[in-house]
């Protein structure tokens, strides 16, 4: 089933509250793939577990599915640091989520944001690129081979954000924009 068009969805549980959980519970209603993100704040970034055993227990804990993707926002609101310290808590951050998450984990960000945070590190490449964009600044085509600069060793994304132009008022998931692999 899908939702406008769309079969899935990206859920941040960073903060794994009940609106989080409503989300979820509005998407699977609607039969949608659901996918994870999760934005690393200031105690997680000197100690990662503060971050991923949390939002691991709260996807556990309800019963949430566990085969979409998880990303780890890496972006300007990000209180990241010096490069060095940054790659050690993401380097942190992608194992613990590999060793207790069984469906892929990925980065999402965009080139200015991975340059300030890793000065353009390859060392993620492997990762699924989640592209994001800022609200107002997406473009409209689903397509990921549309125009891409590639960076961090990636040659296109393997999902990107885009604008639908649609606003899904009428359900319980915030959707101001979709992404599309």
Same mark, same amino acid.
């Given at each position: ?34 996918? &994870? @993100? ?13 971050? @991923?055993?949390?939002?691991?227990? +709260? !996807? ?10 998880? +990303? ?62 800022? !609200? ?25 954000? &885009? ?15 979709? +992404?599309?692999?």
């Amino acid at each position: 089933m899908k939702n406008h068009g769309h079969d899935r969805v990206i859920i941040n549980i960073s903060e794994h509250t009940e609106i989080s959980l409503k989300y979820a519970s509005a998407a699977l209603a609607l039969g949608m793939e659901i996918n &994870y @993100v999760l934005v690393p704040g200031y105690a997680s970034i000197p100690n990662p577990e503060a971050l @991923v055993k949390p939002a691991l227990a +709260f !996807i556990k804990s309800n019963n949430l599915p566990q085969t979409g993707s998880l +990303f780890i926002n890496l972006s300007y609101t990000n209180p990241w640091g010096f490069t060095s310290s940054n790659m050690q808590a993401i380097t942190s951050i992608v194992q613990l989520l590999k060793e207790g998450y069984p469906g892929p984990v990925g980065i999402q960000s965009i080139s200015k944001a991975w340059d300030t945070i890793t000065r353009n590190t390859d060392a993620f490449k492997a990762l699924p690129l989640y592209q994001t964009c800022s !609200i107002g600044h997406c473009d409209e085509k689903p397509d990921v081979n549309t125009p891409f600069t590639p960076y961090g060793g990636w040659i296109k994304p393997t999902y990107k954000m &885009y604008d639908t132009g649609e606003r899904y008022r009428d359900c319980d998931l915030m959707g101001l924009t979709v +992404f599309a692999y």
